[in-house]
């Protein structure tokens, strides 16, 4: 039925991202079918190369309150963080025309360079993550590749506080100091490489 005017269109959200050389794009109503959209939830940088990958991640995450801000570089996401300081950062580790994980690797170090506070970074890879890999990052979750959006949404609550960005505290893992690192389980939190601040908003 066409829509008419004044009439509130049925919003649909990005169920699973299907990540390969032809990313597909599956759109189902949204779980808010026509009621009000979600509460503004902050800021969030997409580092991510691939382009079909990268619009949809950013109409799921907009579809989901967050103002989503889309970086296809590693300069390109640096300038971003600079400008928007924001909440919560996807981070591809394999850039394009990159040979493994440097690009990201490299990223993470210009970004810990920044003026504090500094964002919780997801990992969001389909490259094989060791628990060197996300020492080096500092990250604060993983979510290997492909991966469901709910999945995403449960995470990025998880590393920005019960309440999101304006909420308390960001992920705590669970190994005391001293305990050797471990590879996490998908989605989960780990403590923050030194000089992170988790609880900065």
């Not at 590693?74 to 600079?82: F, P, Q």
């Not at 960005?165 to 989605?187: D, E, L, M, V, W």
């Amino acid at each position: 039925m066409p829509e008419m005017p004044g009439m509130p269109s049925e919003r649909k959200r990005v169920r699973r991202v299907a990540v390969g050389s032809q990313p597909a794009l599956v759109l189902v109503p949204d779980r808010h079918g026509l009621a009000a959209p979600p509460p503004p939830r902050g800021a969030v940088l997409v580092v991510e190369d691939d382009a079909p990958t990268r619009a949809m991640l950013e109409l799921a995450l907009a579809d989901g309150g967050w103002r989503v801000l889309p970086a296809a570089s590693v300069e390109a996401a640096l300038a971003l963080a600079r400008a928007h300081r924001p909440d919560a950062i996807l981070l591809d580790l394999v850039m394009e025309g990159s040979d493994g994980p440097g690009a990201g690797l490299a990223f993470t170090r210009a970004y810990a360079s920044l003026p504090a506070p500094r964002a919780p970074i997801v990992l969001t890879t389909a490259w094989p993550i060791s628990p060197a890999l996300v020492e080096a990052v500092g990250a604060a979750a993983t979510l290997p590749k492909p991966f469901d959006l709910d999945e995403l949404f449960s995470v990025l609550d998880r590393v920005t506080g019960p309440s999101g960005p304006s909420g308390s505290a960001g992920p705590t893992g669970p190994a005391g100091p001293g305990a050797p690192p471990r590879t996490p389980r998908r989605g989960e939190a780990r403590p923050p490489a030194p000089g992170h601040r988790p609880d900065a908003t």
